[in-house]
């Protein structure tokens, strides 16, 4: 079973930003917080990672807390090609990446 | 940017028939997953593979599934006799030797069993 929790779904206003929540609060010292999304039924599609720090990428920034028991995906200028299903995923050691529900985004004109 | 490439991108196939999904990894990567998706449901892990072994494999990954990475670039699923409930996404998936690489993912396959 995924070890993390998201909201089903979501919606944010184009040209706003977006902010997934994701908690995961049994993360071990050595897990890393990934996250992906999957737009219609492509292949997920890597965005970001990190272990403790905050993280940038030309994508989205990842805020992680903390404690590392929860963590924000924020994508700062979101588009209507942002709408798909985000996935928040832990992981580490053996490395079996499990899929949750994750969050539906839909962005909104 | 290097990609991971599946082929084909549908296939059809009967009840009973053998399916061979076929995958390219990105060149330098040395870890390969297949992973599936039924439509509605969640993605599901079905095996990884390294060092031309199969690392792990979930329930899924029963007798009837098999993977083989018959060269150095093409990393292949083998369902040998479909049933309809084989009908779903297949997605392969592969990563660096690096221990918190991320995965790439192919657009995956649609298989139908009809």
């Known amino acids: 079973d995924a070890k993390t929790t998201q909201p089903p779904s979501m919606d944010c206003a184009e040209g706003r930003a977006a902010n997934l929540p994701c908690n995961h609060s049994t993360i071990s010292g050595n897990e890393y917080v990934y996250w992906y999304r999957q737009i219609h039924s492509q292949g997920p599609q890597y965005i970001i990672h990190g272990l403790k720090n905050n993280e940038t990428n030309e994508m989205a920034s990842l805020i992680i807390t903390e404690d590392r028991k929860s963590s924000t995906l924020i994508l700062p200028h979101a588009t209507l090609r942002d709408t798909a299903v985000y996935y928040c995923?832990?992981?580490?050691?053996?490395?079996?990446?499990?899929f949750g529900r994750g969050t539906s985004l839909i962005v909104h004109p | 940017e290097p990609e991971v490439t599946q082929t084909p991108s549908h296939q059809v196939t009967q009840m009973g028939q053998e399916v061979i999904l076929r995958c390219v990894p990105i060149?330098?990567?040395?870890?390969f997953y297949w992973y599936r998706q039924i439509l509605g449901q969640k993605v599901e892990f079905l095996v990884s593979f390294y060092n031309n072994e199969i690392s792990e494999k979930s329930e899924i990954f029963d007798d009837q599934f098999s993977v083989e990475r018959p060269d150095g670039s093409n990393f292949t699923l083998k369902i040998r006799s479909t049933k309809l409930e084989d009908s779903a996404m297949y997605f392969c998936a592969s990563i660096s030797f690096s221990y918190n690489s991320p995965l790439h993912f192919g657009n995956g396959t649609r298989l139908t069993v009809t």
């Open positions: 995923i832990v992981s580490g050691g053996s490395y079996i990446p499990t």
């Open positions: 060149s330098n990567h040395l870890y």
